[in-house]
Protein backbone atom coordinates (compact mmCIF):
# COMPACT_ATOMS: atom_id res chain seq x y z
CA UNK A 1 0.00 0.00 0.00
CA UNK A 2 0.97 3.03 -0.77
CA UNK A 3 -0.60 6.79 -0.89
CA UNK A 4 0.26 9.72 -2.92
CA UNK A 5 -0.61 13.29 -2.51
CA UNK A 6 -1.83 16.00 -4.94
CA UNK A 7 -2.77 19.30 -4.16
CA UNK A 8 -6.36 20.95 -5.78
CA UNK A 9 -5.66 23.92 -8.11
CA UNK A 10 -7.50 27.20 -6.94
CA UNK A 11 -10.81 26.83 -8.81
CA UNK A 12 -14.22 28.15 -8.15
CA UNK A 13 -16.33 25.33 -7.84
CA UNK A 14 -13.88 24.09 -5.00
CA UNK A 15 -16.62 25.27 -2.51
CA UNK A 16 -18.74 22.74 -3.60
CA UNK A 17 -16.14 20.17 -1.56
CA UNK A 18 -16.73 22.05 1.22
CA UNK A 19 -20.53 22.09 1.02
CA UNK A 20 -20.12 18.25 -0.12
CA UNK A 21 -17.91 17.69 3.37
CA UNK A 22 -20.19 19.71 5.22
CA UNK A 23 -23.17 17.62 4.32
CA UNK A 24 -21.21 14.67 6.03
CA UNK A 25 -20.38 16.20 9.46
CA UNK A 26 -24.38 15.73 9.46
CA UNK A 27 -24.61 12.23 8.81
CA UNK A 28 -21.50 12.35 11.35
CA UNK A 29 -23.63 14.08 14.11
CA UNK A 30 -26.28 11.85 13.67
CA UNK A 31 -24.68 8.26 13.58
CA UNK A 32 -23.04 9.74 16.54
CA UNK A 33 -26.05 10.36 18.53
CA UNK A 34 -27.76 7.40 17.44
CA UNK A 35 -25.10 5.19 18.55
CA UNK A 36 -25.16 7.14 22.22
CA UNK A 37 -28.98 6.76 22.13
CA UNK A 38 -28.68 3.45 21.29
CA UNK A 39 -26.31 2.55 24.41
CA UNK A 40 -29.08 4.17 26.33
CA UNK A 41 -31.75 2.34 25.51
CA UNK A 42 -29.31 -1.54 25.11
CA UNK A 43 -26.86 -1.18 27.22
CA UNK A 44 -24.39 -1.16 24.13
CA UNK A 45 -23.32 0.24 21.17
CA UNK A 46 -24.64 -0.86 17.35
CA UNK A 47 -22.48 -3.28 15.10
CA UNK A 48 -21.49 -1.84 11.99
CA UNK A 49 -23.73 -4.03 9.77
CA UNK A 50 -26.79 -2.88 12.17
CA UNK A 51 -25.83 1.06 11.62
CA UNK A 52 -25.37 0.14 7.57
CA UNK A 53 -28.92 -0.94 7.53
CA UNK A 54 -30.38 1.89 9.34
CA UNK A 55 -28.65 3.99 7.14
CA UNK A 56 -30.64 2.64 4.34
CA UNK A 57 -33.93 2.86 6.16
CA UNK A 58 -33.10 6.48 6.55
CA UNK A 59 -32.67 7.29 3.08
CA UNK A 60 -36.21 5.62 2.93
CA UNK A 61 -37.94 7.82 5.66
CA UNK A 62 -36.70 10.85 7.20
CA UNK A 63 -33.07 11.22 5.68
CA UNK A 64 -33.94 10.97 1.82
CA UNK A 65 -31.74 13.94 0.92
CA UNK A 66 -29.01 11.62 2.32
CA UNK A 67 -29.42 9.74 -1.67
CA UNK A 68 -28.06 12.66 -3.28
CA UNK A 69 -24.54 11.97 -1.26
CA UNK A 70 -21.99 8.82 -2.46
CA UNK A 71 -23.37 6.01 -0.82
CA UNK A 72 -20.10 4.60 -0.22
CA UNK A 73 -18.55 7.80 1.45
CA UNK A 74 -21.63 7.37 4.25
CA UNK A 75 -20.31 3.95 4.78
CA UNK A 76 -16.86 5.09 5.41
CA UNK A 77 -18.21 7.98 7.87
CA UNK A 78 -20.19 5.27 9.63
CA UNK A 79 -16.67 3.04 9.60
CA UNK A 80 -14.86 5.45 10.95
CA UNK A 81 -16.98 5.48 14.27
CA UNK A 82 -17.09 2.01 13.99
CA UNK A 83 -13.23 1.57 14.34
CA UNK A 84 -13.53 4.29 16.66
CA UNK A 85 -15.21 2.18 19.23
CA UNK A 86 -13.17 -0.88 18.34
CA UNK A 87 -9.87 0.92 19.68
CA UNK A 88 -11.67 2.51 22.76
CA UNK A 89 -13.42 -1.09 23.85
CA UNK A 90 -9.77 -2.63 23.07
CA UNK A 91 -8.08 0.29 25.02
CA UNK A 92 -10.08 -0.99 27.79
CA UNK A 93 -9.30 -4.49 28.03
CA UNK A 94 -5.12 -3.72 27.61
CA UNK A 95 -5.55 -1.51 30.72
CA UNK A 96 -7.20 -4.04 32.57
CA UNK A 97 -4.18 -6.86 31.91
CA UNK A 98 -1.82 -4.18 32.40
CA UNK A 99 -0.66 -4.20 28.81
CA UNK A 100 -0.68 -0.01 28.95
CA UNK A 101 -1.20 2.65 30.93
CA UNK A 102 -2.47 5.16 27.62
CA UNK A 103 -6.56 5.93 27.70
CA UNK A 104 -8.35 5.84 24.28
CA UNK A 105 -11.74 7.79 24.92
CA UNK A 106 -14.64 6.83 22.73
CA UNK A 107 -15.27 8.81 19.78
CA UNK A 108 -16.70 12.32 20.29
CA UNK A 109 -19.18 14.66 17.65
CA UNK A 110 -16.20 16.61 15.72
CA UNK A 111 -17.21 20.20 15.76
CA UNK A 112 -17.97 21.14 12.04
CA UNK A 113 -14.16 23.48 11.55
CA UNK A 114 -12.91 19.93 12.46
CA UNK A 115 -14.39 17.33 10.45
CA UNK A 116 -12.44 17.73 7.06
CA UNK A 117 -12.19 15.00 4.91
CA UNK A 118 -14.28 12.25 3.11
CA UNK A 119 -13.02 8.89 1.45
CA UNK A 120 -14.26 7.08 -2.04
CA UNK A 121 -13.50 3.16 -1.65
CA UNK A 122 -14.49 1.83 -5.58
CA UNK A 123 -17.34 4.22 -6.71
CA UNK A 124 -18.27 7.81 -6.71
CA UNK A 125 -15.15 8.85 -9.09
CA UNK A 126 -13.40 8.98 -12.08
CA UNK A 127 -9.94 9.77 -12.53
CA UNK A 128 -8.73 11.11 -16.23
CA UNK A 129 -5.13 12.95 -16.19
CA UNK A 130 -5.29 15.34 -13.48
CA UNK A 131 -8.87 15.85 -13.11
CA UNK A 132 -10.82 14.00 -10.52
CA UNK A 133 -14.81 13.65 -11.24
CA UNK A 134 -17.31 13.19 -8.41
CA UNK A 135 -20.57 11.90 -10.06
CA UNK A 136 -22.45 13.10 -6.94
CA UNK A 137 -21.52 16.62 -7.58
CA UNK A 138 -21.66 16.41 -11.77
CA UNK A 139 -18.63 18.27 -11.42
CA UNK A 140 -14.47 17.62 -12.30
CA UNK A 141 -11.61 19.11 -10.23
CA UNK A 142 -8.07 19.83 -11.39
CA UNK A 143 -5.17 18.88 -8.84
CA UNK A 144 -1.69 19.03 -9.76
CA UNK A 145 -0.21 15.73 -10.88
CA UNK A 146 3.64 16.36 -10.22
CA UNK A 147 4.28 12.26 -10.36
CA UNK A 148 3.04 8.87 -11.65
CA UNK A 149 0.99 6.75 -8.99
CA UNK A 150 1.16 2.62 -9.62
CA UNK A 151 -0.82 0.10 -8.62
CA UNK A 152 -4.37 -0.23 -8.85
CA UNK A 153 -6.32 2.37 -7.02
CA UNK A 154 -8.04 1.41 -3.28
CA UNK A 155 -8.85 4.70 -1.52
CA UNK A 156 -9.25 8.42 -2.89
CA UNK A 157 -9.49 10.78 0.03
CA UNK A 158 -10.17 14.40 -0.22
CA UNK A 159 -8.87 16.38 2.96
CA UNK A 160 -9.65 20.15 3.46
CA UNK A 161 -7.33 21.83 6.21
CA UNK A 162 -7.56 24.90 8.17
CA UNK A 163 -6.34 27.45 5.49
CA UNK A 164 -9.12 26.41 3.40
CA UNK A 165 -7.07 24.36 0.79
CA UNK A 166 -7.83 21.03 -0.43
CA UNK A 167 -5.64 17.56 -1.28
CA UNK A 168 -6.13 14.33 -3.19
CA UNK A 169 -4.52 11.60 -1.14
CA UNK A 170 -5.06 8.68 -3.96
CA UNK A 171 -4.06 4.73 -2.07
CA UNK A 172 -2.81 2.34 -3.99
CA UNK A 173 -1.94 -1.37 -3.55
CA UNK A 174 0.28 -3.54 -5.48
CA UNK A 175 2.59 -0.54 -6.31
CA UNK A 176 5.70 -1.14 -7.96
CA UNK A 177 8.52 -1.45 -5.46
CA UNK A 178 11.10 1.37 -5.12
CA UNK A 179 14.34 1.27 -6.17
CA UNK A 180 16.97 -0.29 -3.62
CA UNK A 181 19.79 1.76 -2.14
CA UNK A 182 23.47 0.49 -3.13
CA UNK A 183 25.27 -0.69 0.33
CA UNK A 184 28.04 1.64 1.73
CA UNK A 185 28.54 -0.91 4.68
CA UNK A 186 27.99 1.57 6.99
CA UNK A 187 26.36 0.99 10.44
CA UNK A 188 25.08 3.65 13.25
CA UNK A 189 23.02 4.61 16.21
CA UNK A 190 21.47 7.99 16.95
CA UNK A 191 21.44 9.94 20.00
CA UNK A 192 18.38 12.05 20.47
CA UNK A 193 19.08 15.30 22.33
CA UNK A 194 17.45 18.84 22.59
CA UNK A 195 20.49 21.17 22.39
CA UNK A 196 21.68 18.53 19.32
CA UNK A 197 18.72 16.89 17.66
CA UNK A 198 20.85 13.68 16.71
CA UNK A 199 24.33 12.49 17.61
CA UNK A 200 25.31 9.56 15.77
CA UNK A 201 27.79 7.32 17.21
CA UNK A 202 30.43 8.22 14.70
CA UNK A 203 30.57 11.43 16.07
CA UNK A 204 28.13 13.08 13.47
CA UNK A 205 25.88 15.42 15.26
CA UNK A 206 22.74 17.50 13.55
CA UNK A 207 21.32 20.10 14.83
CA UNK A 208 17.70 21.41 14.39
CA UNK A 209 16.61 24.33 12.73
CA UNK A 210 13.97 25.09 15.24
CA UNK A 211 11.49 26.09 12.96
CA UNK A 212 8.67 27.10 15.33
CA UNK A 213 11.42 29.10 17.02
CA UNK A 214 12.43 31.00 13.53
CA UNK A 215 8.96 31.65 13.53
CA UNK A 216 7.49 32.60 16.66
CA UNK A 217 7.64 36.77 15.96
CA UNK A 218 5.54 36.04 12.76
CA UNK A 219 3.08 33.79 15.05
CA UNK A 220 2.79 36.38 17.76
CA UNK A 221 2.51 39.12 15.33
CA UNK A 222 -0.45 36.88 13.80
CA UNK A 223 -1.82 36.46 17.02
CA UNK A 224 -2.01 39.97 18.06
CA UNK A 225 -3.90 41.06 14.90
CA UNK A 226 -6.72 38.50 15.36
CA UNK A 227 -7.18 39.58 18.90
CA UNK A 228 -7.91 42.82 17.80
CA UNK A 229 -10.29 41.91 15.57
CA UNK A 230 -14.27 41.19 16.30
CA UNK A 231 -14.86 37.47 16.41
CA UNK A 232 -17.31 36.63 13.56
CA UNK A 233 -16.47 39.80 11.12
CA UNK A 234 -15.11 39.20 7.84
CA UNK A 235 -11.79 40.89 9.32
CA UNK A 236 -11.32 38.16 11.76
CA UNK A 237 -11.62 35.28 9.40
CA UNK A 238 -8.63 36.98 7.27
CA UNK A 239 -6.66 36.90 10.34
CA UNK A 240 -7.88 33.67 11.41
CA UNK A 241 -6.83 32.30 7.75
CA UNK A 242 -3.09 34.38 7.64
CA UNK A 243 -2.56 32.45 11.28
CA UNK A 244 -3.15 29.43 9.73
CA UNK A 245 -0.78 30.27 6.99
CA UNK A 246 1.63 30.71 9.26
CA UNK A 247 1.44 27.67 11.31
CA UNK A 248 1.04 25.58 7.88
CA UNK A 249 4.29 27.40 6.32
CA UNK A 250 6.12 26.33 9.44
CA UNK A 251 4.99 22.73 9.08
CA UNK A 252 6.05 22.56 5.91
CA UNK A 253 9.18 23.78 6.36
CA UNK A 254 10.21 21.19 9.17
CA UNK A 255 8.53 18.42 7.21
CA UNK A 256 11.01 19.09 4.38
CA UNK A 257 13.86 18.87 6.63
CA UNK A 258 12.92 16.05 7.67
CA UNK A 259 12.88 13.95 4.44
CA UNK A 260 15.73 15.53 3.32
CA UNK A 261 18.05 14.55 5.99
CA UNK A 262 16.38 11.02 6.12
CA UNK A 263 17.09 10.22 2.57
CA UNK A 264 21.02 11.74 3.80
CA UNK A 265 21.24 9.04 6.53
CA UNK A 266 19.82 6.14 4.23
CA UNK A 267 22.28 6.91 1.54
CA UNK A 268 25.16 6.89 3.97
CA UNK A 269 23.88 4.23 6.56
CA UNK A 270 23.03 0.65 5.92
CA UNK A 271 21.75 0.00 9.12
CA UNK A 272 20.58 2.92 11.92
CA UNK A 273 19.37 2.83 15.13
CA UNK A 274 17.16 4.85 17.59
CA UNK A 275 15.59 5.11 21.02
CA UNK A 276 12.33 4.62 21.78
CA UNK A 277 11.44 7.99 24.09
CA UNK A 278 8.41 9.42 26.24
CA UNK A 279 8.23 12.00 24.33
CA UNK A 280 4.22 13.17 26.34
CA UNK A 281 6.58 13.01 29.40
CA UNK A 282 9.45 14.91 27.79
CA UNK A 283 6.83 17.34 26.81
CA UNK A 284 5.83 18.27 30.65
CA UNK A 285 9.18 19.09 31.58
CA UNK A 286 10.76 21.19 28.49
CA UNK A 287 7.32 22.19 26.86
CA UNK A 288 7.50 23.47 23.24
CA UNK A 289 10.98 22.76 22.75
CA UNK A 290 10.00 19.07 22.27
CA UNK A 291 6.98 19.96 19.89
CA UNK A 292 9.29 22.41 18.11
CA UNK A 293 11.86 19.42 17.32
CA UNK A 294 9.28 16.55 16.62
CA UNK A 295 11.41 14.02 17.31
CA UNK A 296 8.31 11.63 17.21
CA UNK A 297 7.43 12.87 13.36
CA UNK A 298 10.92 12.45 12.46
CA UNK A 299 10.92 8.63 13.58
CA UNK A 300 8.44 8.00 11.96
CA UNK A 301 9.52 9.23 8.31
CA UNK A 302 13.09 7.69 8.86
CA UNK A 303 11.47 4.32 9.69
CA UNK A 304 9.66 4.70 6.36
CA UNK A 305 12.47 6.03 3.97
CA UNK A 306 14.47 3.02 5.43
CA UNK A 307 12.02 0.76 4.79
CA UNK A 308 11.55 2.15 1.14
CA UNK A 309 14.95 1.81 0.34
CA UNK A 310 15.67 -1.69 1.87
CA UNK A 311 17.56 -0.55 4.34
CA UNK A 312 17.48 -2.00 8.20
CA UNK A 313 15.76 0.58 11.03
CA UNK A 314 16.47 -0.58 14.36
CA UNK A 315 14.48 0.49 17.64
CA UNK A 316 16.17 0.39 21.14
CA UNK A 317 13.37 -0.23 23.75
CA UNK A 318 12.06 2.31 25.64
CA UNK A 319 13.42 1.03 28.96
CA UNK A 320 16.94 -0.10 27.63
CA UNK A 321 19.79 1.67 29.62
CA UNK A 322 21.49 3.89 27.16
CA UNK A 323 22.91 6.87 28.92
CA UNK A 324 24.99 5.87 32.00
CA UNK A 325 26.40 1.91 30.77
CA UNK A 326 29.97 2.30 29.68
CA UNK A 327 29.74 1.17 25.87
CA UNK A 328 33.03 -0.40 26.07
CA UNK A 329 33.02 -2.93 29.29
CA UNK A 330 29.43 -2.08 30.04
CA UNK A 331 29.82 -0.61 33.71
CA UNK A 332 27.10 1.76 34.67
CA UNK A 333 28.51 4.96 35.83
CA UNK A 334 25.29 5.90 38.18
CA UNK A 335 27.01 9.14 39.60
CA UNK A 336 26.61 10.61 35.74
CA UNK A 337 24.13 14.14 35.54
CA UNK A 338 23.03 15.78 33.08
CA UNK A 339 25.99 18.46 33.33
CA UNK A 340 28.29 15.87 32.58
CA UNK A 341 29.07 15.89 29.33
CA UNK A 342 32.56 13.92 28.87
CA UNK A 343 33.14 11.43 31.47
CA UNK A 344 36.15 8.12 32.07
CA UNK A 345 34.97 5.27 32.85
CA UNK A 346 35.88 4.09 36.34
CA UNK A 347 36.08 0.48 35.53
CA UNK A 348 37.97 0.35 32.15
CA UNK A 349 39.39 3.42 32.41
CA UNK A 350 37.66 4.74 28.62
CA UNK A 351 36.63 8.74 27.66
CA UNK A 352 33.66 8.98 26.45
CA UNK A 353 31.28 11.98 24.99
CA UNK A 354 28.03 11.48 26.84
CA UNK A 355 26.21 11.76 23.65
CA UNK A 356 28.41 9.43 21.37
CA UNK A 357 28.49 6.80 24.14
CA UNK A 358 24.68 6.58 24.64
CA UNK A 359 24.37 6.45 21.14
CA UNK A 360 26.67 3.19 20.52
CA UNK A 361 24.78 1.94 23.38
CA UNK A 362 21.92 2.31 21.52
CA UNK A 363 23.14 0.70 18.16
CA UNK A 364 24.05 -2.35 20.22
CA UNK A 365 20.25 -2.63 22.16
CA UNK A 366 18.39 -2.08 18.58
CA UNK A 367 16.06 -4.62 17.94
CA UNK A 368 14.46 -4.60 14.14
CA UNK A 369 11.52 -2.10 14.39
Not at 158 to 177: A, F, M, N, S
Not at 294 to 315: M, R, S, V
Not at 330 to 343: A, C, F, I, V
Request: glycine letters at 6%.
Amino acid sequence: MKTETYEFYHQSNLIQLGNLIDDLHGVHVHLLMLQRRYYRIYGKYASFARICNHITQLKQRTKPHWNQLPSQVIQQVAKRIHLGYEKFFDNIKDRKAGKTKRKIGRPKIKPNHKYNSLTFTQAGFKIEGNRLKINCLGKSFTFWKHREWTGSIKTVTIKRDRVGDYYLYITCEDCEPSEKLPLTGNVAGADFGIKTFLTLSDTTRITSPEFYKQGFNAIRSANKALSRKQKGSKAWYRAKWHLARVHKQITHRRRDWFFKLALRLVRKYDTLAIETLNLEGMKRLWGRKISDIAFGEFALILQWTFAKHGKTFLKAGRWAATTKPCSACGHPNENLTLQDRQWICPDCGSHHDRDVNAAINILQAGVPA
